[in-house]
């Protein structure tokens, strides 16, 4: 349970810093297609990243970059906690295995070193 609330916690705050970035990314994928969101309202072009930034930042202010962010962190906080969870489960597993592995062999080095003397 551990790793899967550290994991969490550092998919939130990965998720936070790198939101406005991927809100940029977005709204310029979807620049292209004009005719089809003028239904929906206001329609924004952008002539390049920058001229995108500045127009998030004069129209919405800072907190236009993180519009919807808190959806992108409950996903980022389970999917990157689940990461964590199965990461540290199969070490643990895969470790134990090798433990084993290895406990079982020195047994039986010791058994045939015991044989030969």
């Given at each position: 349970?551990?790793?899967?609330?550290?994991?969490?916690?550092?998919?939130?705050?990965?998720?936070?810093?790198?939101?406005?970035?991927?809100?940029?990314?977005?709204?310029?994928?979807?620049?292209?297609?004009?005719?089809?969101?003028?239904?929906?309202?206001?329609?924004?072009?952008?002539?390049?990243?920058?001229?995108?930034?500045?127009?998030?930042?004069?129209?919405?202010?800072?907190?236009?970059?993180?519009?919807?962010?808190?959806?992108?962190?409950?996903?980022?906080?389970?999917?990157?906690?689940?990461?964590?969870?199965?990461?540290?489960?199969?070490?643990?597993?895969?470790?134990?295995?090798?433990?084993r592995a290895?406990?079982?062999?020195?047994?039986?080095?010791?058994?045939?070193?015991?044989?030969?003397?």
């Open positions: 349970m551990h790793n899967l609330a550290c994991g969490s916690c550092a998919g939130i705050i990965s998720k936070t810093l790198t939101y406005p970035l991927d809100l940029l990314k977005k709204r310029m994928q979807v620049d292209g297609f004009q005719k089809a969101r003028i239904s929906f309202g206001q329609v924004q072009t952008y002539k390049g990243f920058l001229d995108c930034v500045f127009q998030v930042a004069r129209g919405e202010g800072l907190r236009g970059f993180y519009k919807g962010l808190s959806p992108s962190m409950l996903k980022a906080a389970f999917s990157t906690g689940l990461v964590f969870f199965w990461y540290e489960f199969f070490c643990n597993i895969l470790n134990d295995h090798k433990q290895n406990s079982g062999h020195q047994q039986q080095q010791s058994k045939d070193l015991n044989r030969k003397q």
